[in-house]
């Protein structure tokens, strides 16, 4: 992947000579997702190119709905993207909707077909689609491509005056058909659609193509560079002779860069929605989800989606950018800001027999040790607690340096225990250990008898909080060798399980984020979440080696 630094990428470098030459005064750049589905995180990268250079020559971006397909849009993606921009970070100089345009853009479709550059062809979609040519054949002229202007004036105003049904007639550009670039082989710029459109009813049943649409938009709006990806290089020419043609005062002009795509992360709205539609997930804000809105509910922040965005540079490869890296980015984001604190996934019960039967204490413990502005909290300590499952082996394999019969461990912030006794249920499974503790050798007492060599991590039984934790795995697993996206589901995406956490998460708020001592980054999920029951989602483990199965 060819990768520039954040700085100095080749598209500001264009601004910068193009503001330089005087080619351009306002530096005008937009965001226009097509509101037929939630933003992902390929939009993000999108999304941070086109504010930030914008930001970074004092120019302006706006939000545009690019609503020109009435039978995929809706306004509910309209608010949703909306709120995913503002939640990176964003604030759009102008909201604009496309829809709004199309009376100017039926304007310069009549400006084409008066200079005899569009001609209404009575060709099916199929029919076009066949005497398109190929990439080594050129394509042949629609028998209906030499009507008068008079004609295809006459015959555009009844598509817009409904005379005619879904696909029986189209605009086209008249342009080459046998132009080595398909784009400009005639390219269809009208259809009609008798359907309700979010933004204007039914005013409207023709409707205009992107390649037509997009290039009018932006020079409606003064786009000075309009930022795209790599799969529109080959418009380009077609953006540039839309803008030519229909004599727009204001020329903007189109520049690609690469495409995002994750591995083991699907990254098309319309798969996406396939896996909403199909109950497949638990909407569009899964927290499995790439997207904006799953990723929020996950637990990442704007912050590291921005950094993750920039690092990746404005690149013009397309390369599969590994998923690890965006983890990477919250991880580094979240390690000085969340509060660290403990949280039992699978709970084992340990009763401390040496202790004091109703005696409670509070231990000292820092709110998070690499920052100690944060302050310190009291954690209650008393005769009952839970450990991680993990954390004891009846039978110890080699290297293990955690609880088994006869091992002593530090538990962290309180004392160590010493395991004697395991009590199992008439299955043979344990169920509970009895331990000893040693008041001397309680942390931050400067204990320096003996040491042990695992420390691990508990909630106090009494206090504790039980929570429901949710551990997400990627939606995807294998590679793409292995089939389409609905053979590569991950049947083990999610794992929903019970513990506990302390005392001092009980008044926890939805989007809080912490660092569970040994698991990870969780999140409080937004959606799920009551005061009486916590939902926790797995954000991302820690770099550790310690696994959460
Ligand atoms: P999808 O294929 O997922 O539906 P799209 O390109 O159709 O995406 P739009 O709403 O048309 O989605 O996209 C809005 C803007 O976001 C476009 O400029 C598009 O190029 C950009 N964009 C979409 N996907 C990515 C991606 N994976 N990486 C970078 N930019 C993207
Ligand atoms: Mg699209």
Excluded at 175 to 202: C, E, F, K, Q, W
Excluded at 316 to 321: A, I, L
Excluded at 325 to 337: A, P
Excluded at 463 to 470: G, H, K, L, Q, T
């Amino acid at each position: 992947m060819e990768t520039t630094s954040n700085s100095s990428d080749f598209i500001r470098e264009i601004v910068k000579e193009d503001l330089q030459a005087g080619k351009v005064q306002q530096v005008v750049t937009r965001f226009p997702p097509e509101p037929n589905g939630y933003l992902h995180i390929g939009h993000a990268k999108s999304i941070c190119i086109n504010f930030e250079i914008a930001k970074d020559f004092n120019g302006k971006t706006n939000l545009r709905f690019d609503d020109t397909n009435p039978l995929k849009e809706d306004v509910e993606y309209v608010n949703a993207i909306k709120e995913d921009v503002a939640w990176l970070g964003f604030t759009w100089d102008g909201l604009f909707f496309a829809s709004d345009y199309f009376e100017e853009m039926y304007d310069r479709a009549v400006v084409l077909i008066k200079k005899g550059n569009a001609f209404v062809d009575d060709l099916s979609a199929e029919e076009i689609r066949q005497t398109r040519g190929t990439l080594t054949e050129p394509g042949q002229n629609s028998p209906f491509r030499d009507r008068t202007v008079e004609e295809n004036l006459d015959l555009f105003a009844r598509m817009r005056a409904g005379e005619f049904k879904d696909g029986e007639k189209v605009l086209r550009a008249k342009i080459d058909m046998s132009s080595p670039n398909i784009n400009l082989r005639d390219p269809v710029i009208y259809r009609i659609a008798h359907a309700t459109h979010h933004n204007t009813g039914d005013k409207w049943c023709i409707y205009p193509m992107y390649a037509f649409a997009h290039p009018l938009e932006d020079a409606i709006e003064g786009v000075s560079h309009s930022l795209c990806t790599l799969e529109f290089k080959d418009q380009r020419p077609l953006y540039d002779w839309v803008i030519r043609e229909c004599e727009m005062p204001h020329i903007s002009h189109q520049y690609e860069f690469g495409r995002l795509s994750l591995t083991d992360t699907i990254m098309s709205k319309r798969y996406l929605k396939k896996l909403v539609d199909e109950g497949v997930v638990d909407g569009w804000d899964d927290p499995r989800m790439p997207t904006i809105s799953g990723l929020r509910r996950r637990g990442f922040t704007p912050e590291s989606i921005r950094t993750f965005v920039r690092e990746l540079g404005v690149t013009v490869g397309s390369g599969e950018v590994d998923y690890k890296m965006l983890e990477h980015y919250i991880r580094e984001d979240l390690k000085l800001k969340a509060p660290r604190t403990m949280g039992v996934i699978r709970p084992l019960k340990v009763v401390i027999t040496n202790y004091p039967e109703d005696q409670v204490e509070l231990l000292d413990a820092e709110v998070n040790p690499e920052v100690p502005e944060m302050g310190t909290k009291q954690i209650p300590f008393s005769r009952e607690i839970y450990i991680e499952q993990d954390d004891f082996m009846e039978v110890p394999a080699a290297k293990y340096f955690r609880l088994f019969p006869g091992n002593e461990v530090r538990l962290k912030n309180a004392y160590f225990i010493k395991c004697h006794d395991v009590v199992k249920d008439e299955n043979g499974q344990v169920v509970e250990l009895h331990c000893t503790y040693d008041v001397e050798t309680k942390s931050g007492s400067g204990f320096t008898g003996r040491k042990v060599k695992g420390t691990i991590h508990w909630v106090d039984a009494k206090s504790a909080v039980p929570v429901e934790f949710r551990l997400y795995e990627s939606l995807l697993t294998g590679s793409k060798e292995d089939g389409d996206f609905i053979d590569r589901m991950n049947p083990n995406s999610l794992e929903v399980v019970h513990g506990y956490v302390g005392a001092d998460l009980q008044t926890a708020q939805p989007q809080d984020k912490f660092q569970f001592f040994r698991h990870g980054y969780f999140n409080v999920d937004p959606k799920d979440s009551t005061p009486e029951h916590k939902v926790f989602n797995l954000i991302v483990s820690l770099k550790s080696s310690f696994q959460i199965k």
